[in-house]
């Protein structure tokens, strides 16, 4: 389990060949599940690059087929900490939402009626001004579920230079999304495991700086 910085893509593609997660993971253990392939050794879900947090890579197939099944089934847990512009109305929500590639822009995601099922539970832990921290749980795991759904609601994600049009003034130069949470079962033992991981410096910078606006 790792708490991987914002910044550091998970593994190697196009344009990203070096300074991945993966070959992190490699120079540190040798031993990788190979379901992923050559280029995703021991990767189960994939954070996105900007996107901070913690995540967990699998040693051998065996755990990565139990992991994987635990993500499909929706027993795993994923929680993630949101800044979204706005004042997000209500306490709790979902949105149920289908997501697929954009019809046009092609390297985006959106909602689409004929895309894959996508559900995301939000929960609001802060209201800062003209801003709101919210808890979004995942109940699938779409390709940026968080980043499309926020903005679909019209709260898009503080910083999202793809799916925000609004001016982010609290400094970030990201999406202001931490995965803070992951809860899942061992993949050998079936005992029920738990980890968090703080939030990083620009991300607790942001919202001390709105919490002192919110005072004044």
Not at 82 to 95: D, F, K, P, Q
Not at 116 to 140: D, I, K, M, N
Not at 154 to 165: L, T
Request: hydrophobic share 40%; with cysteine.
């Amino acid at each position: 389990v790792i708490n991987k910085p914002p910044g550091m893509v998970v593994h190697p593609a196009a344009g990203n060949y070096e300074g991945t997660l993966v070959n992190a993971l490699l120079a540190h253990c040798r031993d990788l599940s190979g379901i992923g392939g050559v280029q995703r050794p021991g990767i189960v879900h994939r954070l996105d690059k900007d996107t901070a947090g913690v995540t967990a890579a699998v040693k051998n197939d065996a755990a990565h087929l139990s992991l994987a099944g635990q993500f499909k089934d929706r027993t795993a847990e994923r929680w993630y900490l949101a800044l979204g512009h706005g004042n997000v109305a209500g306490s709790e929500g979902i949105i149920d939402a289908p997501i697929a590639r954009h019809p046009v822009k092609r390297q985006q995601m959106a909602v689409v009626r004929q895309g894959r099922p996508a559900l995301t539970r939000y929960f609001v832990r802060e209201r800062l001004g003209s801003h709101t921290v919210v808890e979004c749980r995942l109940e699938t795991g779409r390709t940026h579920q968080i980043r499309v759904h926020m903005a679909h609601i019209g709260h898009p994600v503080v910083g999202d230079p793809v799916y925000s049009r609004r001016r982010n003034r609290v400094g970030l130069t990201r999406q202001a999304l931490h995965a803070y949470y992951l809860g899942f079962r061992h993949p050998r033992t079936n005992q029920p495991l738990s980890f968090t991981a703080p939030l990083p410096s620009d991300m607790a910078e942001a919202l001390q700086k709105l919490k002192k606006e919110a005072v004044h």
